[in-house]
């Protein structure tokens, strides 16, 4: 079966970068960006720290590559606006260039105290305002040698999606916690297993078994091509592989 879904490239920054050099990464990126986005079946975005987010945004259109490379933000609030100090709502990001969030990453389940139930009230939010989001799960390492991982997948699929319409557009990206940052990725037919157990999920439970599906976990040039070639893999969430525009490119099959 050949894939017809895009292939997605997604850069998550998270707490790294500046100003200065995120302009650099989108002057670097325009030679290559521009004569293979374009062509290909590709979606590449990138989700720098917020308050880089309309530098980022200014600076892609000071190139002219607003049609090529997408921008996303890596966590937003699930109100549009009032009392809560240090956050920003979705509304915000939008105005500021996003077009995908993050949400459920599990830096924020774990240090930041985020349960399903909060990711799905952010998810819920995003979605109603056409903020595309990019749900998040995955397993710990002790709960995936329990033998729990689709069992913790499947609830943050269902209580993360509880409150979404149905026919909602998003993407869901499975990043097994033990591969995030630690250079050892899933092994292609592992990360494939997951997805392809996603995929079924959202075909019985939401009638929608063609939204995008990425893996996320060490992705990098090294690795990318073959994990990028399973049948329900869509693409990467990449973080460490994504600082550098080089690197970034590399991915592009
Ligand atoms: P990594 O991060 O590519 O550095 O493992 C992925 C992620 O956290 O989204």
């Given at each position: 079966?050949?894939?017809?879904?895009?292939?997605?490239?997604?850069?998550?920054?998270?707490?790294?970068?500046?100003?200065?050099?995120?302009?650099?990464?989108?002057?670097?990126?325009?030679p290559?960006?521009?004569?293979?986005g374009?062509?290909?079946?590709?979606?590449?975005?990138i989700?720098?720290?917020?308050?880089?987010?309309?530098?980022?945004?200014r600076?892609?259109?000071?190139?002219?590559?607003?049609?090529?490379?997408?921008?996303?933000?890596?966590n937003?609030?699930?109100?549009?606006?009032?009392?809560?100090?240090?956050e920003?709502?979705?509304?915000?990001?939008?105005?500021?260039?996003?077009?995908?969030?993050?949400?459920?990453?599990?830096?924020?389940?774990?240090?930041?105290?985020?349960?399903?139930?909060?990711?799905?009230?952010?998810?819920?939010?995003?979605?109603?305002?056409?903020?595309l989001?990019?749900?998040?799960?995955?397993?710990?390492?002790?709960?995936?040698?329990?033998?729990?991982?689709?069992?913790i997948?499947?609830?943050?699929l269902?209580v993360?999606?509880?409150?979404?319409?149905?026919?909602?557009?998003?993407?869901?990206?499975?990043?097994?916690?033990?591969a995030i940052?630690?250079?050892?990725?899933?092994?292609?037919?592992d990360?494939?297993?997951?997805?392809?157990?996603i995929?079924?999920?959202?075909?019985?439970a939401?009638?929608?078994?063609?939204?995008?599906?990425?893996?996320?976990?060490?992705?990098?040039?090294?690795?990318?091509?073959?994990?990028?070639?399973?049948?329900?893999?869509?693409?990467?969430?990449?973080?460490?592989?994504?600082l550098?525009?080089?690197?970034?490119?590399a991915?592009?099959p």
């Amino acid at each position: 079966m050949s894939k017809t879904r895009p292939l997605h490239l997604f850069g998550n920054w998270k707490m790294n970068m500046s100003g200065a050099k995120t302009e650099s990464f989108f002057e670097a990126l325009l030679p290559v960006a521009s004569v293979r986005g374009k062509n290909k079946n590709v979606v590449l975005s990138i989700f720098p720290p917020s308050i880089y987010l309309e530098r980022a945004y200014r600076t892609i259109r000071k190139l002219g590559l607003e049609e090529i490379i997408f921008l996303g933000v890596q966590n937003v609030f699930s109100k549009g606006s009032g009392a809560f100090t240090g956050e920003i709502s979705p509304e915000m990001a939008m105005d500021a260039g996003a077009r995908y969030a993050i949400l459920g990453h599990s830096e924020r389940r774990s240090l930041f105290g985020e349960s399903p139930e909060i990711v799905g009230e952010k998810v819920t939010y995003c979605a109603s305002k056409g903020l595309l989001p990019v749900l998040c799960v995955g397993e710990t390492l002790c709960e995936r040698e329990e033998g729990r991982a689709w069992e913790i997948i499947e609830r943050q699929l269902s209580v993360g999606l509880a409150g979404v319409e149905k026919s909602s557009p998003l993407i869901v990206a499975y990043e097994p916690v033990w591969a995030i940052g630690t250079g050892r990725s899933a092994s292609p037919q592992d990360a494939e297993a997951m997805c392809r157990s996603i995929r079924r999920w959202l075909g019985d439970a939401r009638n929608s078994p063609d939204l995008p599906i990425l893996y996320g976990g060490s992705v990098n040039p090294g690795n990318s091509r073959e994990l990028f070639s399973m049948d329900n893999i869509d693409g990467g969430l990449i973080g460490g592989a994504s600082l550098d525009p080089d690197t970034f490119v590399a991915m592009i099959p």
